[in-house]
Nanobody
Framework: VQLQACGGGLVQAGGSLRLSCAAS????????TAWFRQVPGKEREFVAV????????NFADSVKGRFTLSRDNAKNTIYLQMNSLKPEDTAVYYC???????????????????WGQGTQVTVSS
């Protein structure tokens, strides 16, 4: 399985971006897919997850109410819609996926087998 993340860019505070995570191979419905982000000098942090098989999602408190997740099964793609962006959302965003992820461990990098290459999101104040 290969994941390709794209959609990052430069946006003003309050703006929106939509990131995409396109997967090769089997349907994305067979995998739990998450987004993480990382800024230089800090650990990668969990942002959001959509569980395999359906549309159940979970979000980090820092993005709850502003970010949403959706899937397009025909395109084998997961989308992270980011609204009301803040400068502190600036980071490299990575998508990750795995066939089996225990619900209580979705925030852990080690729970995911496949990783995309990352896409830069910069939010200016």
């Amino acid at each position: 399985v290969q994941l390709q993340a794209c959609g990052g860019g430069l946006v003003q505070a309050g703006g929106s971006l939509r990131l995409s995570c396109a997967a090769s191979g089997r349907s994305s419905r067979t995998r739990t897919t998450a987004w993480f982000r990382q800024v230089p000098g800090k650990e990668r942090e969990f942002v959001a997850v959509i569980f395999r098989g359906g549309s159940t999602t979970n979000f980090a408190d820092s993005v709850k109410g502003r970010f949403t997740l959706s899937r397009d099964n025909a395109k084998n793609t997961i989308y992270l819609q980011m609204n009301s962006l803040k400068p502190e959302d600036t980071a490299v965003y990575y998508c990750a996926a795995s066939e089996s992820v225990i619900a209580s461990t979705t925030y852990r990098e080690s729970s995911y087998k496949y990783w995309g290459q990352g896409t830069q999101v910069t939010v200016s104040s």
